[in-house]
């Protein structure tokens, strides 16, 4: 069982920049993915990235260039530090767990647990 709760959502101008976090807790983190996706107002849930449990990195095509995934094993927390906001970044971003192996692509049908969400809404 992994319990994940997001913070660090909030109102943010475009062009700036933005950090989540995610307090991970419960079984051997080691032998999860813990990553982030988001959810756009009408849009599917999409992945962004993730850092396996062997602190493998990879970022899905929105995250790319502009995110940046970090994990500290000790404290038991998943961060995303997002840059360059747009306005298109607006939506819920979700933390999530899969299992290391279980999957080929960061999708929302292979994640396992979720957490609650929190907002990033990007205007001027």
């Known amino acids: 069982q992994v319990q994940l709760v997001e913070s660090g959502g909030g109102l943010v101008q475009p062009g700036g920049s933005l950090s989540l976090s995610c307090a991970v807790s419960?079984?051997?983190?080691?032998?999860?993915?813990i990553g982030w996706f988001r959810q756009a107002p009408g849009k599917e849930r999409e992945g962004l990235s993730y850092v396996s449990g062997t602190d493998g990195y990879w970022y899905e095509d929105p995250g790319k260039g502009r995110f940046t995934i970090a994990r500290d094993n000790a404290k038991k927390m998943v961060y995303l530090q997002m840059y360059r906001l747009k306005l298109e970044d607006t939506g819920i971003y979700y933390c999530?767990?899969?299992?290391?192996?279980?999957?080929?692509?960061?999708?929302?049908?292979?994640?396992?647990?979720w957490g609650q969400g929190t907002p990033v809404t990007v205007s001027s």
């Open positions: 999530a767990a899969a299992r290391d192996g279980g999957f080929s692509r960061w999708a929302a049908n292979v994640i396992e647990y």
């Open positions: 419960g079984s051997t983190l080691n032998s999860y993915s």
